[in-house]
């Protein structure tokens, strides 16, 4: 290892292996002996160190510890923002943020954070560090150059591993987003459960949609078609499991996959499980709306079985929920876990779910789809806009709690009954809840239920106080 320009480390020779350290080997502010390097990157470098005087128990105790490079100790701090957005600095900012957001996380997926700190370094300049325990694990991207490709059951437990570490990250408040999920970051235990690592890139706190990143962060290949624009959310970071677990399957990165339609092409012969080919079909989708909203949203795809809803109800196969069946017809929808904002992402499902004659959603523009109903006002002497917005005020006192705050639950539709007038028809249907059968049912438009058939699954909302109330809802394919 070459002494580096300007910096205080001796030369490779001084510096001990894992065992028989000499008193010349190097240390960083005089508590921490470097053992060897981990890894090296434009502005920062990764060391294996350990205590320099350990006490009782600690003699064999080893950290990865973190060494940002930045200017000498006597440079100012830039004062204006153009200033700021040099890269040294922009490094010195992610840097800290990783610091700060580590600190905070408590998860066996994620390492633990001993301090941070920062000390000059003896020719110049300052040195900020950021001192983890060392997981003894090789990476996934280590396990793919050596082979051979991951088995079933190792597949099986890295997901559900990755999403259990991905739902605690995203589950704060406010939430973590890591950005940069590929299979050099991710480190596997011997007793398969894994960890991410390298959260140089991390996203820490809400955004509103206004406000976009000025630096991509990620990995081309990894990162999905928004992150080029700034922006950043669970999704994100379901999208790089997405790409990573289609690489672990095929043994070829993303980047080499056909992209000719605007998405990686997941081929249909892929050697996995196809409960996994669905998985990462969801995930890989271009628009973040499309993909799963949520890790429990993903691992509900994952582990749903293709023929059945419940032992009570025989639904139809899951690849029939998924599709679109034609027109502006009613397909599965993956809500995700409450709450939920009814102007964000879902905010069409909504409109569908509190609207009794949703056909009129199908006019785009609000001031002709107000004309559209007070055409039809004066055609029946008013009575039509009466009922019409009577009707939407009851939905809408029934149905927006559920639609914000419900559970969501996988059920099925029982029975499609035209009512008498052909203009509306009554969807019956049914899900379970701890080993008991619940029944609801919703009236809409012909135009929409002639899609649904007996067996059907569906996505249910309910409360998690009284079960039985709830109600079921949809996204259908709006055409310009």
């Given at each position: 290892?070459?002494?580096?320009?300007?910096?205080?480390?001796?030369?490779?020779?001084?510096?001990?292996?894992?065992?028989?350290?000499?008193?010349?080997?190097?240390?960083?502010?005089?508590?921490?002996?470097?053992?060897?390097?981990?890894?090296?990157?434009?502005?920062?470098?990764?060391?294996?160190?350990?205590?320099?005087?350990p006490?009782?128990?600690?003699?064999?105790?080893?950290?990865?510890?973190k060494?940002?490079?930045?200017?000498?100790?006597?440079?100012?701090?830039?004062?204006?923002?153009?200033?700021?957005?040099?890269?040294?600095?922009k490094?010195?900012?992610?840097?800290?943020?990783?610091?700060?957001?580590?600190?905070?996380?408590?998860?066996?997926?994620?390492?633990?954070?001993?301090?941070?700190?920062?000390?000059?370094?003896?020719?110049?300049?300052?040195?900020?560090?950021?001192?983890?325990?060392?997981?003894?694990?090789?990476?996934?991207?280590?396990?793919?150059?050596?082979?051979?490709l991951?088995?079933?059951?190792?597949?099986?437990?890295?997901?559900?591993?990755?999403?259990?570490?991905?739902?605690?990250?995203?589950?704060?408040?406010?939430?973590?987003?890591?950005?940069?999920?590929?299979p050099?970051?991710i480190?596997?235990?011997?007793?398969?459960?894994?960890?991410?690592?390298?959260?140089?890139?991390?996203?820490?706190g809400?955004?509103?949609?206004?406000?976009?990143?000025?630096?991509?962060?990620?990995?081309?290949?990894?990162?999905?078609?928004?992150?080029?624009?700034?922006?950043?959310?669970?999704?994100?970071?379901?999208?790089?499991l997405?790409?990573?677990?289609?690489?672990?399957?095929?043994?070829?990165?993303?980047?080499?996959?056909?992209?000719?339609?605007?998405?990686?092409?997941?081929?249909?012969?892929?050697?996995?499980?196809?409960?996994?080919?669905?998985?990462?079909?969801?995930?890989?989708?271009?628009?973040?709306?499309?993909?799963?909203?949520?890790?429990?949203?993903?691992r509900?795809?994952?582990?749903?079985?293709?023929?059945?809803?419940?032992?009570?109800?025989?639904?139809?196969?899951?690849?029939?929920?998924?599709a679109?069946?034609?027109?502006?017809?009613?397909?599965?929808?993956?809500?995700?876990?409450?709450?939920?904002?009814?102007?964000?992402?879902?905010?069409?499902?909504?409109?569908?779910?509190?609207?009794?004659?949703?056909?009129?959603?199908?006019?785009?523009?609000?001031?002709?789809?107000?004309?559209?109903?007070?055409?039809?006002?004066?055609?029946?002497?008013?009575?039509?806009?009466?009922?019409?917005?009577?009707?939407?005020?009851?939905?809408?006192?029934?149905?927006?709690?559920?639609?914000?705050?419900?559970?969501?639950?996988?059920?099925?539709?029982?029975?499609?009954?035209?009512?008498?007038g052909?203009?509306?028809?009554?969807?019956?249907?049914?899900?379970?809840?701890?080993?008991?059968?619940?029944?609801g049912?919703?009236?809409?438009?012909?135009?929409?239920?002639?899609?649904?058939?007996?067996?059907?699954?569906?996505?249910?909302?309910?409360?998690?106080?009284?079960?039985?109330?709830?109600?079921?809802?949809?996204?259908?394919?709006?055409?310009?």
């Open positions: 290892m070459p002494r580096e320009r300007g910096s205080a480390w001796l030369d490779s020779a001084r510096v001990g292996k894992l065992s028989g350290l000499t008193d010349e080997a190097r240390t960083i502010a005089d508590r921490y002996t470097v053992v060897r390097q981990l890894g090296r990157g434009g502005f920062a470098t990764t060391w294996l160190c350990r205590l320099r005087e006490r009782e128990g600690e003699a064999d105790k080893l950290f990865a510890v060494e940002l490079r930045v200017g000498r100790s006597d440079e100012p701090e830039p004062d204006d923002d153009d200033a700021k957005d040099n890269p040294a600095w490094h010195v900012e992610l840097f800290e943020r990783e610091a700060k957001v580590l600190a905070m996380l408590r998860h066996s997926g994620v390492p633990r954070v001993i301090e941070y700190f920062e000390h000059p370094r003896e020719r110049g300049g300052v040195g900020l560090y950021l001192v983890q325990e060392f997981v003894d694990a090789p990476s996934l991207r280590e396990r793919l150059e050596r082979g051979p991951l088995g079933a059951d190792e597949l099986e437990a890295l997901i559900h591993g990755l999403l259990d570490v991905l739902e605690y990250m995203h589950g704060r408040a406010p939430p973590v987003f890591h950005r940069d999920i590929k050099s970051n480190l596997v235990r011997d007793d398969g459960h894994p960890v991410l690592i390298d959260f140089g890139g991390v996203c820490f809400w955004r509103p949609a206004s406000q976009v990143g000025t630096t991509v962060v990620g990995t081309f290949g990894y990162m999905p078609p928004e992150q080029l624009l700034g922006h950043v959310g669970a999704t994100t970071d379901l999208y790089a997405g790409a990573t677990l289609l690489e672990l399957v095929s043994g070829m990165p993303p980047h080499e996959f056909p992209y000719d339609t605007g998405r990686i092409e997941v081929p249909d012969d892929l050697p996995a499980d196809p409960r996994l080919v669905r998985l990462i079909r969801a995930l890989l989708e271009p628009a973040p709306r499309q993909r799963p909203a949520s890790p429990a949203a993903a509900a795809i994952y582990v749903s079985e293709p023929a059945l809803v419940s032992k009570a109800i025989v639904a139809a196969p899951v690849g029939k929920a998924l679109v069946m034609g027109g502006d017809g009613p397909r599965y929808v993956e809500l995700g876990p409450p709450p939920r904002d009814v102007e964000g992402p879902f905010a069409d499902v909504y409109a569908d779910l509190i609207d009794p004659f949703a056909m009129y959603r199908l006019i785009r523009n609000p001031v002709a789809r107000g004309l559209a109903v007070f055409g039809l006002g004066v055609m029946t002497i008013g009575i039509f806009p009466i009922w019409y917005w009577a009707d939407r005020r009851i939905r809408i006192r029934r149905y927006r709690r559920l639609f914000c705050e419900g559970m969501v639950v996988r059920g099925s539709v029982l029975t499609v009954t035209n009512d008498e052909g203009v509306s028809s009554t969807v019956k249907y049914g899900y379970e809840l701890d080993e008991l059968e619940y029944r049912f919703m009236q809409m438009p012909i135009k929409l239920a002639r899609y649904w058939s007996e067996g059907d699954p569906i996505t249910v909302l309910y409360d998690a106080n009284d079960p039985t109330e709830s109600c079921f809802v949809f996204r259908r394919v709006v055409r310009n």
